[in-house]
């Protein structure tokens, strides 16, 4: 995967809501109801990184979810953090 330029990471952060880009990582803190359901999504990404065979650094403190993009074997941000970024945010979306 070839690591992208700021500019380029600048112009697809224009299509996906609320993430941005810092520490060399895409980035977007979600925030639900509870723990429980911070929990359960943080289980349906966990199956989502998988299939697409990539990993984010993550963390929850009770209802909230940082989650983290880059892809490290490239040194930076590819095209493979915005589909996974892009998956979580369909997972998202769909249980609201």
Known sequence: MKKLTTKEIDQKLLSIKGWNYSDN????????????EAFAMMTRIAFECEAH???PDWSNVYKKVHIAL?????GGVTEKDF???????KLVDDCK
């Open 53 to 55: 065979n990539h990993h």
């Open 70 to 74: 880059n892809t490290h074997d490239a």
């Open 83 to 89: 589909a996974l970024a892009n998956a979580i945010e």
């Open 25 to 36: 990582k895409i980035q977007k803190e979600f925030t639900f109801t509870n723990f429980k």
